[in-house]
């Protein structure tokens, strides 16, 4: 079964601090990893990964995949208290086949920025 | 371009009684899935929909959850009968042929009491 780790589950800094959001994963098949910001209700696509040591960059907001360890990394700098939201990591599996699109998502990394 | 759109945005039940729940996806895209958050947890893959069949259904409660897209577009969720376990909030997501994102509406915000 395809598996999903984030942690830490949850991080409360302030404005202006660094954060990284880590994320684990054990699937058949890898094609792709995903990141969400989840505000309120709809997560809202932020990156997509498919090639190992390739930082995926916008703005403040940073990330980067290494398929032999198995992980990716979400940065973000300068944390500001619209950033607080909860961030989720997804993979999906490998093109073709009627799998093809389907995402498995951890159970998501809870941001908090305080002024 | 519009968004993904769901209705109702919450609802209330008792357990035992039936609710239904509307996904309209971004023009075109072929591919549709319903999800199921429930707190503190990410979303999990209820039913995947290719136009109007259905390719992954494996972790739909099928003794009380089903689903349709009868003209591969827009698709409907009920649960029948509702369990407190169920309360939880129902994403829709949609995407087009090819593409690996998926875009994700409101949600619905269902309450079983």
């Known amino acids: 079964e395809d598996k999903v780790v984030q942690s830490p589950l949850s991080l409360v800094v302030h404005e202006g601090d660094t954060v990284t959001l880590n994320c684990s994963y054990e699937?058949?098949?890898?094609?792709?990893l995903l990141w969400y910001k989840q505000e309120k209700k709809a997560p809202t696509f932020l990156f997509m990964l498919?090639?190992?040591?390739i930082e995926k960059k916008s703005g403040r907001l940073s990330s980067i995949l290494d398929k032999k360890e198995l992980f990716s990394i979400l940065n973000i700098t300068a944390t500001q208290t619209g950033d607080s939201a909860v961030y989720l990591c997804?993979?999906?599996?490998?093109?073709?086949?009627?799998?093809?699109?389907?995402?498995?998502f951890g159970q998501g990394t809870i941001l908090t920025v305080h002024p | 371009e519009a968004g993904v759109a769901q209705s109702p945005r919450y609802k209330i039940i008792e357990k035992r009684q039936s609710v239904a729940f509307w996904c309209n996806p971004i023009?075109?895209?072929?591919?549709l899935y319903w999800y199921q958050q429930i707190l503190g947890q990410g979303p999990k893959l209820l039913i995947q929909?290719?136009?109007?069949?259905?390719?992954?259904d494996s972790q739909l409660p099928k003794d009380r959850f089903s689903a349709e897209r009868l003209k591969g577009v827009d698709s409907t969720l009920k649960i029948q009968p509702a369990k407190l376990e169920d309360s939880a909030v129902y994403l829709c997501?949609?995407?087009?042929?090819?593409?690996?994102?998926?875009?994700f509406g409101p949600g619905t915000r269902l309450t079983v009491l």
């Open positions: 997501a949609s995407r087009r042929s090819g593409g690996a994102s998926q875009y």
């Open positions: 699937v058949t098949n890898f094609r792709s």
């Open positions: 498919t090639s190992s040591g």
């Open positions: 997804a993979v999906g599996p490998n093109a073709g086949g009627t799998s093809y699109g389907k995402l498995t």
């Open positions: 023009s075109g895209h072929a591919t």
């Open positions: 929909f290719q136009n109007n069949g259905v390719v992954d």
